[in-house]
């Protein structure tokens, strides 16, 4: 991460009014965001010399709004109280707290380029499946380190999980946490975002680490949707249907989301808090499973596309199934996209091409020599004696190709071994029969 150095300007707020230049050792850079509980800026440690954000909480006094001022205060005790505390790679690192000159404030690791996951709850801005379970599953994972600590986050919603540029998750913001044994940490009432409230929440009953999955589950909801569990015209309504409704299946938003994933969101959702999952290790191991048979399913299809395309292949055409489904596994199917070099005249390695899809031009020093196109094949000397390719070839189009090395050949049946030998020589000496070809 880039540090900023101190600068000479003195710093504008978002409505033009001057900022501080400091908070303690902080160098202050730049207000990069404001809310009703306080501003945070851009800011920067010397010390450590790196960028750090700062939270200035927006406490007031008691005479302009006690009951604000009273919640305010606790939320800067709770997050000054995990100084340190809580070290997982999927939390905000909190550095710091202090006050200064009355105003109070907290010092948190500064993520450039960061964004949270409220830019992804919109039918049209959803992200892949893939990247859903996984931002879930880290999430499930922080929770139940911060849990095992003692700690329930209780605002667990799209707005307090962050994204880093490499897609990285923090869960942010522990400012209405339940910590154990801290009296300080008891906000009454009902403390939280309402869509994202478990029905113990709704109605002020104990918090448990599985009122954090269920919030968690809300979130995975509106993930895959883009539509909240459930919504209404007003506070009242709303309340009522976490405590009392179900939300409408996902599959009536998204047809393609699997059933297994769909049934991780219901356990999440249950209502009595008994039913979802344990903690938040069970939900990561589920979604680890899911994981799985999703990524089996699609490499599945994926070879049977391959095979279907092989078996079209006048080169296949005397291969049985199972001879075939051996050559694919030892061989590679790659994709090459117009002008990229598939293999470069001079170098030596033991692979024999077959073009699937697509064409190929044969280039010797500058001079195009040929034109290759499916179910023709390059490569032979190399695999029969590692010679140096004599010729360079490039994709002419997009072109999708089998690669078949000599060393990994020598690990299939005899039967394969003797069939794909029998086929590649007839190959070669149709290509040296060939005026005018190019030898590769």
Partial sequence: MAAHAPTNTKPKAANGAA???????????????????GTVYLSHDPYYRR??????????????????SRVTRKMFFNEAHMVGMLQHPNIMPIYDAGEENGKYYVVTEHIHGARTLASYCKPGRLLPVDDVIEIVYKTAKALHYAHGRG???????????????????????FGIALIKDADFSRIEGIAGSPSYMSPEQVQSEELTNRSDLYALGAVMYELLTGY??????????????????????????????????????????????????ANGLALAAELTQVYQTLRAKADQFDNQEHFDLLRRLSFFHDFSHSEIWEV??????????????????????????????GEAEV????????????????GESSYLSDAKRNASIRAKSPVTLLSVSATLMEQVSSSCQLRFNKVFLRSLIERLQRAGGART
């Fill in 19 to 37: 900022i501080p230049e400091k908070f303690g050792k902080y160098v202050i850079v730049n207000e990069v965001g404001r809310g009703s509980t």
């Fill in 363 to 378: 280039v010797s020093g500058q001079r195009r020599v040929g034109i290759l196109g499916r179910g023709d094949c390059f």
């Fill in 51 to 68: 960028d750090v954000a700062i939270k200035v909480y927006n406490i007031g006094s008691e005479d302009s709004d006690a009951e604000r």
């Fill in 328 to 357: 694919l596994r030892a061989g590679e199917i790659a994709e090459y996209q117009e002008e990229d070099e598939i293999v470069r005249e001079g170098e030596i390695d033991d692979r024999f091409y077959i073009i699937v899809t």
């Fill in 228 to 277: 909240r569990p459930f919504r209404a015209g007003n506070l009242s309504k709303l309340l009522h249907q976490i405590v009392f409704a179900t939300p409408p299946p996902i599959h009536r938003y998204r047809e393609d989301i699997p059933d297994e994933l769909e049934n991780i969101v219901a356990v999440l959702l249950q209502k009595a808090s008994d039913k979802r999952y």
């Fill in 151 to 173: 700690v329930i986050h209780r605002d667990i919603k799209p707005s307090n999980i962050m994204l880093t540029m490499d897609n990285d998750v923090r869960v942010i913001d």
